[in-house]
């Protein structure tokens, strides 16, 4: 190995390292488990369906990589316990956690039932918690950990009917930063990715506006919107040993969506 491979080895690759992805069986999630795993972590994706995730999981697998799925139901307390423990028997206590999965339900605001309210939270928010509460002491332990969340524009600027949807990702933000109080000083960072307009199966409803879509790419410095393989870099960077002394932030990836 040259001199050069070796240096961004020691700071980028996860060789040895595993990695619980929620939501890693399609868009960002999916890009994102590929990502950890091409650069050598073991990788457990959460979702729910099966058929989604066997397929990421075979094509993750005849790349070279470690996979696994689990199927789990994160929108309750009990399911999440359990996909918990499910995933962490598969290769071992999990050194990086990711929370992609969500739900995007995004009623008027005079519309917004509790029932709405109840399941966007218990998915975009809860479940991260309990994850978090499951997973972060261990890590800490150990003394190496990496949390990464994924979050919003809607974090941040309420646009397009954020609702109940922009409140769970506000609240996912603070979460980071909290969790990073916790277990920073014990090796664990915690972060949360922020994307802007992201063409992916979770904004297909926004998509079927060509007017819009057009109008988000245009607000971007980049001139597009976002893919999700945009987000493969930053998950790498924030899940290694690199970014050890990066904790509590809101990083965009999001074309200067936010700054435009």
Request: some cysteine; glycine content about 12%.
């Amino acid at each position: 190995m040259t001199s050069s491979h070796a240096y961004l080895s020691g700071l980028f690759s996860l060789d040895g390292r595993v990695a619980v992805v929620t939501g890693g069986s399609s868009g960002i999630g999916r890009a994102i488990a590929g990502a950890l795993a091409r650069a050598g972590a073991s990788v457990v994706i959460v979702a729910r369906r099966k058929t989604e995730l066997s397929a990421t999981v075979d094509e993750l697998t005849a790349d070279g990589c470690r996979a696994a799925w689990v199927s789990g139901d994160l929108g309750t307390r009990d399911g999440v316990r359990a996909a918990a423990e499910e995933a962490a028997a598969v290769f071992g206590e999990p050194d990086i956690l990711v929370n992609s999965a969500g739900v995007n339900l995004r009623p008027p605001m005079d519309e917004l039932g509790e029932d709405v309210w109840d399941t966007t939270m218990a998915v975009n928010l809860e479940a991260p918690f309990l994850l978090g509460q499951r997973f972060g002491p261990g890590m800490a332990e150990r003394g190496f950990g990496r949390i990464i969340h994924v979050t919003s524009q809607q974090a941040h600027r309420a646009f397009v009917q954020s609702g109940a949807y922009g409140v769970s990702k506000g609240g996912l933000e603070s979460l980071a930063r909290s969790q990073a109080e916790a277990w920073s000083p014990h090796g664990v960072t915690c972060n949360t990715l922020v994307p802007g307009f992201v063409l992916t199966p979770l904004n297909r409803r926004l998509q079927s506006d060509p007017e819009r879509v057009a109008a988000l790419a245009a607000r971007t410095m980049a001139g597009r919107n976002g893919l999700a393989e945009d987000f493969a870099g930053a998950a790498v960077f924030l899940a290694g040993r690199a970014s050890a002394y990066v904790t509590g932030q809101s990083i965009h990836v999001d074309g200067g969506f936010s700054v435009h």
